[in-house]
């Protein structure tokens, strides 16, 4: 089974946890006011954007300081008995066995409007008779539904962390699981994540887990993933879903076009179709989609787009028959997508010597490079001086030498006998 990273390496003390040093030390100065009797705030409000820390950080708060910490959120309050348990729970600091009560009332934007009976109006009744303190969590502490709670919390904001810091947390975690990471390869993470340091862990995990190095050639193709959440559920639906329309439909969610697409089921398919039957039937499909996309390629029928779809959504859905939905099993990124995106410089260097050797000797570039670019190779790796001489009649730039030569030092060399 895969654990996901953000559970593994979930911060279990507040020196753990990175950012907001500010926030934090708002929180943690108000709740030791309560040594001193009741505040006049007996509720606090974190607010901030997603997945930088906020339950977290008052997981952690209560793990350090021995407090009894009591979960609760917006759907553990949709009825009237849960919200008298709550009201009953943040009338006493002290527990039975001495510990002190935190109680935690989080995702306060997931209250509806009229379905929970008490609802925020319960909300603020409880949190003006408690005699315990209460943190309450929400993205968007302006929430207008949330107005007339917010006057009687402390409000305190989080931040997103810096891309500095979320690197560092990153580097922190491929410590514990043994890799050695590129610190190129970290900040790449850190800045696409933009602050949201959940994001930036599950990708860390998807793009590092089993490996013991992470370079940046490694993340760097990231770019060609716009939206991973989105992907991530189009693909669960083309694996999962119970009807073929609803499978097709994945196709309008992504964001990705036929062939990336095609990439990533193909990639990913193996890991959730763990029936090998299903898997077998699934590849079959996928091979039928393929066999017409290499149609459209060399007819330019683009009316046969459809069966791709079809045969690459419809079809793998419907191959699924005994394999159960599997719990969190990593995205992979496209390792065809990958290779490609690594050789692309080669590619370029590649064809740009074929047109240098076209311009002199009048054939095509194609040609150049399957007719004469292997002995050339031979000639610059073994003849300094020739490869020299003809380097200088090809006019190639130092690039192109050194793909020729193979090595630095061979190149060097070639320069030198000029
Ligand atoms: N500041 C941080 N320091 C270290 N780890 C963090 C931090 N923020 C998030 N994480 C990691 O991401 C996971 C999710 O964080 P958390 O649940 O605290 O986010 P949140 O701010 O409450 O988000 P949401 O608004 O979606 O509830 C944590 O379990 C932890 O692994
Ligand atoms: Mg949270």
Sequence with gaps: MYASWTVRHKPKTLGEIIGNPQAIADLVSWLRSWEQGIPKKRAALLYGPPGIGKTVTVEALASDWSLELVEKNASDYRTEEAVRTFAGLASQYGTLFGKKRLVLFDELDGLTGREDRGGVGAIIKVVKQARCPIVLIANNAYNPRLSSLRFYCLLIQFKKPNVRSVAKRLRQICQREGIEPEEEALKFIAQRSQGDVRSAINDLQALAQGKQQLTYEDVSWLAYR????????VLRLIFYSKSCDAAKSAVDMAD?????????????????????EDLARAMESLATADLYRSRIRQTRNWKLTRYVVDFMTAGVAVAR???????????????????????????????????????????????????????????????????????????????????LAGTKKQAKAIVKAD
């Design 226 to 233: 716009d939206r991973k959440d989105a992907i991530f559920n």
């Design 321 to 403: 028959e005994k394999t159960e939905p599997a719990g969190f099993v990593p995205l992979r990124f496209p390792e065809r997508i990958k290779t490609l995106s690594r050789t692309k410089k080669e590619r370029q260097t590649k064809s740009k010597i074929g047109w240098k050797i076209k311009r002199r000797c009048h054939i095509s570039a194609a040609e150049a490079i399957t007719e004469f670019l292997p002995y050339l190779r031979v000639i610059f790796e073994n003849n300094a001086g020739m490869a020299s001489g003809i380097a200088k009649w090809l006019e190639l730039d130092d690039a192109m030498v050194e793909y």
């Design 256 to 276: 990705v076009d036929h062939n990336m697409l095609f990439e990533w089921i193909y990639e990913n398919m193996p890991y959730h179709l763990r029936d090998l």
